[in-house]
C-alpha cells in the first residue's frame, strides 16, 4: 500500500492522508518550543529594561530633573509590563506581534542615535530573534 494511504487495521477502504491537514506532533511539538524560548528571551529583555528605568530613580548626580527622572522610570517600567503581557497573552493577534518588532527598532535607535554597540546592538539583535520566534507560525493548540 502507498505511503500516502491509511487503511484501517482490517483492511478496509484506504482513503489519502493530507500531510498539511493536521501537523505532526512533532512540528507542533517544535513550534511551541520555538515560541516559548521566544517569549523567554523577550520578557528577560524586557524584565532587564524595566531594571534599567527603575534605576534612574537610585542613579546618583543625574542630570535629569527629579521629576524627568520619576517620568523615565514609570515610563519604562510600564513599557516593560506592556511587553511582558503582549509577549506572554497577545500573541494571538497579528497586530501585537507586528508591534513587537517595536523593541528591536527601540535598541537600533540607540545606536544610530547615541552609538551605545554595547549594550544595544546585543539587545537589538536578541529581540530581533525572540520577536522572529515568537512572529512566526501559530503551533497548534496553544
Do not use: C, E, K, N
Not at 8 to 19: F, K, L
Not at 124 to 136: K, P
Amino acid at each position: 500500500m502507498p505511503a500516502s494511504l491509511d487503511a484501517d487495521h482490517d483492511g478496509a477502504a484506504a482513503r489519502p492522508i493530507d500531510p498539511l491537514a493536521q501537523p505532526s506532533s512533532r512540528s507542533a511539538r517544535a513550534a511551541r518550543v520555538r515560541t516559548r524560548v521566544g517569549q523567554s528571551l523577550l520578557v528577560a529583555l524586557l524584565a532587564l529594561s524595566a531594571v534599567f528605568a527603575l534605576s534612574t530613580l537610585v542613579a546618583g548626580d543625574d542630570a535629569f530633573a527629579p521629576a524627568a527622572t520619576v517620568l523615565i522610570a514609570s515610563f519604562g517600567a510600564l513599557a516593560a509590563v506592556l511587553g511582558i503581557a503582549a509577549v506572554v497573552g497577545g500573541l494571538g493577534s497579528r497586530v501585537v506581534r507586528a508591534a513587537l518588532w517595536a523593541l528591536p527598532l527601540f535598541f537600533v535607535w540607540h545606536v544610530a542615535a547615541l552609538g551605545t554597540w554595547v549594550p544595544d546592538a546585543a539587545f537589538a539583535v536578541v529581540a530581533a530573534v525572540g520577536v522572529a520566534l515568537v512572529g512566526g507560525p501559530r503551533p497548534t493548540g496553544a
